[in-house]
């Protein structure tokens, strides 16, 4: 081959090199930019993926706490309501317990005391000038006409259950025995109950007259301390109807 010959392949060589490295540049290019593309569109469907999943738990938590609001309102609504059914519950407990006597109670009112008269001043029978139990039912229920609110005797409450009975020379009161001198002790209105008792022709001036030692102190101050009942309740004959 000559070196015309030569020279023209040499150049055909060079020139078919020049464009299989073009080609292949351009290639790779192509490439490149599709994988930068294809990496892009994944990382913003990745993104969009993970805005919508944590768009879902926002509105879920939302939705859970509108529902534990509505909990908690339907709570505060139900423990006012149980509140307020309490507080009725506790006055009416309250109220039972006064009635049934099982609370400590203060106020105005009279005491009265009573002692045996001294035999050795009076003539007659003994007898007469001894406080029975009798005389002591008749002094409660003048009380208890008079609206007495309390009464005890001796420190014992005196309630519906309530007897007094002679036993001996003492009198029991709540199956308690007591003696005397008995301090009966009466929580209403002074100036009523002191009426009541010191009346012309009324129990204390019968009791007076028998020879009897009465003394009677009406109140006005709220300083008379009535006990509770410590008795039991019982019902011995009687059944709840159903």
């Known amino acids: 081959m000559d070196k015309k010959n030569k020279?023209?392949?040499?150049?055909?060589?060079?020139?078919m090199c020049l464009l299989l490295t073009l080609g292949i540049s351009i290639q790779i290019n192509t490439v490149n930019?599709?994988?930068?593309?294809?990496?892009?569109?994944?990382?913003?469907?990745?993104?969009?993926?993970?805005?919508?999943?944590?768009?879902?738990?926002y509105e879920n938590a939302f939705k859970d706490l509108e529902n534990k609001e509505k909990e908690l309102d339907e709570l505060r609504e139900q423990v006012a309501?149980?509140?307020?059914?309490?507080?009725?519950?506790?006055?009416?407990?309250?109220?039972?317990?006064?009635m049934l006597g099982n609370t400590e109670l203060i106020?105005?009112?009279?005491?009265i005391t009573l002692k045996d008269g001294d035999s050795?001043?009076?003539?007659?029978?003994?007898?007469?000038?001894?406080?029975?139990?009798?005389?002591?039912?008749?002094?409660?229920n003048a009380l208890k006409n008079a609206d007495a609110d309390a009464i005890s005797i001796n420190d014992q409450r005196i309630v519906g259950g309530t007897s007094i009975n002679c036993v001996g020379n003492v009198i029991k009161i709540n199956d308690e025995k007591i003696a005397a001198p008995f301090v009966i002790k009466a929580i209403?209105?002074?100036?009523?109950?002191?009426s009541s008792l010191t009346m012309p022709g009324g129990y204390l001036e019968i009791l007076k007259n028998a020879g009897v030692q009465v003394d009677i102190q009406e109140i006005e101050k709220e300083s008379i301390i009535i006990p509770k009942y410590n008795g039991v309740y019982k019902f011995e004959h009687a059944t709840i109807y159903e």
Do not use: M
């Open 120 to 140: 050795s001043l009076l003539k007659g029978f003994a007898n007469d000038y001894i406080v029975h139990n009798g005389d002591l039912l008749e002094i409660v």
């Open 81 to 98: 309501n149980k509140d307020e059914s309490y507080g009725g519950l506790t006055d009416k407990l309250k109220n039972y317990n006064l």
């Open 7 to 15: 020279l023209k392949v040499s150049l055909l060589l060079g020139i």
């Open 107 to 111: 106020g105005k009112g009279v005491i």
């Open 188 to 194: 209403g209105r002074p100036i009523q109950l002191y």
């Open 33 to 57: 930019n599709s994988s930068t593309t294809v990496g892009r569109t994944l990382a913003e469907n990745e993104l969009r993926d993970s805005v919508l999943r944590w768009k879902q738990k």
